[in-house]
């Protein structure tokens, strides 16, 4: 069959460069977006007196069948009808004869595509979101199960003060939730209309691109044709998000892969989540992490694959705007996988209250306590500093921790010290002494997790909403 373009043409395309250039090995993943903006499409023409009312009519059940036969597995796309554009448009006409010719009239496989990859963002941004909220729900979970834990806080991997567990984990929640707030803000420039756009200047034909709009439940459309067709901003916008997202997972990765490790003790992953060896038994491999850890890498290479191809594109369209689906497909996938595990990961995941405690117990994470005892007794900061260096030195060369030493010890570095340094070297005193909004103390954190839950209801109320906006529109 010649190609649906094919009038200007008089050789066939050769193979090789029908399976070059052709993307429907990748963009069928937009089939129900495509049919989606298309009976939208098609119910205006209808409207403004494009094409006859029963050849809407007809078109729409046309769509409806290939719809339903997509679903099913039924249809069999094509490489040498190149898009998912035109191989549904091909089993369109095969299903309603010539008349389904008419749908394409008023626009163009540019201003198309670009509708169908917003349709598709808008609606996984919405999923995303709400995966998000689940992986700070199981945050918030464990932070709960853990006011009473005390764990050491590090920088440099080298412990560093003492801290609840619960406040570790609420770093990740305000993590996500910036993540969410980027999501939510990057939806806004999804969820515009580039349909009517044309090729590039607009078309002939007497459209309503705002009723088209309307049907698809977006905010408005684009303002400049030319801009519709050639913008891929909110691709990037969305790839940049991804990216922190997984930065934000890789980094908790990290973390769950050395606590889950014999030399820290600190938590246990579910065995529904963990992996062994084929050769040492006694193994219990913390994969999923470790593998979205890995995976990072592979969402950053397409924000970048993504801003290298649109580096010095001149507009409108052009053929290199094709590889802007594949990295975006793959992000979607990656992101949602690795969220999906995420949330029951964590939430299963078992606390070693007894071992962080020993872990606690055993550091000099509460030496910044001692000095600033000392500066509440008039010693200047540096000088304080000094001292408890000192102090922590001697403990080493002893093998003593700093709650071993005896008063007259203490004395030795300082005549400040007195009977109270003890109660102040507690880790319990040592956490709750930072009472400052954000800080470890239980009181705030306390307050940050009922903080945390109150964004949760507002996400929640978010995604709601949207997603309402999405079915409507299907």
Known sequence: MSKLWGGRFTKQTNKLVEEYTASINFDKQLAEEDIQGSLAHVTMLGKCGIIPQEDVEAIKQGLDKVLHRIRKGEIEFSVSDEDIHMNIEKNLIEEVGPVGGKLHTGRSRNDQVATDMHLYLRNRVVSLVGMLHAVQ???????????????????????????????????YVSMLERDIDRLKDSYKRINVLPLGAGALAGTTFPIDRHFVAEQLGFDGVYENSLDAVSDRDFIVEFLAGASLIMAHLSRLSEELVLWSSTEFGFVELDDAFCTGSSIMPQKKNPDVPELVRGKTGRVYGNLMGLLTVLKSLPLAYNKDMQEDKEGMFDTVATLEGALQLFAPMIATMKVNKQRMRQAVNQDFSNATDIADFLVNKGLPFRQAHEVIGKTV???????????????????????LFDDRIYAVLQPEAVVNARNVYGGTATPQVREAIGRSELLLKTTEEWVALRQGNVASSS
């Open 137 to 171: 729900e199981a945050l918030i979970g464990q932070a709960k199960d853990n006011l009473d834990t005390i764990v050491p806080g590090y920088t440099h991997l080298q412990r560093a003060q003492p801290i609840l567990f619960a406040h570790h984990l609420l770093a």
């Open 393 to 415: 030195l001697y403990c080493i060369q002893n093998n003593k921790y700093l709650l071993d030493l005896t008063l007259e010890e203490f004395q030795q570095f300082s005549e």
